[in-house]
């Protein structure tokens, strides 16, 4: 009987002490500091320009995963039918979250890259124009597509492809980009309304 009586107090310390742990706030870890996998050179491509580098992060499994990560959530919530990427280093980051995610992959590239029919757009840059191309039946079936690239800056090449997916037949969810300059306010010039995430900002 005493054994009996000894076993049902330590059952209910047990759940007791359950009860207790179930409110305690369970602890998450940090994000990895992308930061720490960017370089910052200056003066290129030209005098006066600070280039953020990312081959140090493709570089370190552990950051290049990070990345991954944060941009699958961003393809969970939005949920695309096809990842578009941006010549150059948005194929890059492109492909890999489209395989990453178990995704198709669509590449806008600058003119003459692409073979069969295609759909073209002219933009305008800071200093001159530029025009950006998408084959005619990629996106024929109303895909629903997140557009992807390392870096957003003044906004003129992602705005042309935003308007790319869109004249092509595609049906824009958002924007993903590894790295943001703020300070350069390219995001005001993507559609209003469009979901922009950014997972390193420098302002």
Known sequence: MERRISDHRVAAELRSMAARMSGLRR???HPVDLRQFIRDVPDFPKPGILFRDISPMLRDPSGWTAVMKELGELCDRLKPDLIVGIESRGFIVGMALATHKRLGFVPVRKPGKL?????GIDYTLEYGSDRLEIQS?????????LLVDDLLATGGTAAASAELVEKAGGRLVGCGFVIELGDLSGRSRLPEGLPVESLVRYD
């Open 115 to 119: 073979p069969g029919d295609v759909i």
């Open 27 to 29: 602890l998450h870890h």
């Open 137 to 145: 039946d990629a996106l024929a079936d109303g895909a629903r597509v």
